[in-house]
């Protein structure tokens, strides 16, 4: 695929008949709980193997990236559960001499950041995750970074993403610029026509899919 294009359509996921920016908040959470259920549940029916196929896929999508070759710095994350595996795009990225940053949740949901230094520089953090160990480098870290990979449940083609419900990547990406390239990892199906989304939701520039590769958002 070419590095951030693409015309591939979206895939349907119901029929909006309210923008849901300008819907009463239980309204909109409802709408995102609905939503986020149901790629969860897809997610769950996917094979191990059909998942860490579509890591590969991604790997090879986003270190395809001219963008990616360019960047000093790269704000990435390590997958859970059923997420798309992300740990082989981490550890290309470090070993072709990005610094890559991974955060670290605080508790107040917001996030900050420290580098990846390994494999052996992460350790079990809370809801699952895993964390850097080295040195925290504050919420505004994330504002060095020249690439930021995301995860996500669904985006839109506007760049509206769907994520897990506590906000933390809201928060972060409000810090970056309009320049700075974001991408969200989704598996094929999850590029939708419309994601709900309110007034403190982020877009994200770009999506990966394994199939797909990269597509540029609005």
Known sequence: MDGMAGNEHAASHGTPTQDARNMPEPDLKERKSKLRKEILAARVRQSV?????????????????????????????????????TGGLVFALWKRGSYVLLPVLRADFDL??????????????????????????GVAAITSADLIIVPALAADRRGY???????????????????????????????????????????????AQPMRGITRLA
Do not use: F, K
């Open 49 to 85: 193997a059909d998942r860490r196929a579509a890591g590969r896929a991604l790997r090879d999508a986003v270190l395809g990236l001219p963008e990616a070759g360019m960047a000093g710095t790269v704000a990435a994350y390590i997958s859970v559960s059923t997420e798309p595996p």
């Open 161 to 207: 993403r769907l994520g897990r419900g506590g906000g933390c990547y809201d928060r972060a990406l409000a810090r970056v610029g309009p320049a700075v390239p974001t991408v969200a990892l989704l598996y094929d199906s999850e590029l939708l026509d419309e994601v709900p989304a309110g007034p403190l939701d982020q877009r994200v520039r770009a999506v």
């Open 112 to 137: 900050d950041w420290a580098s990846y230094e390994g494999p052996d520089s992460l350790a079990p953090g809370p809801h699952g995750l895993l964390e850097p160990v080295e040195p925290r480098r």
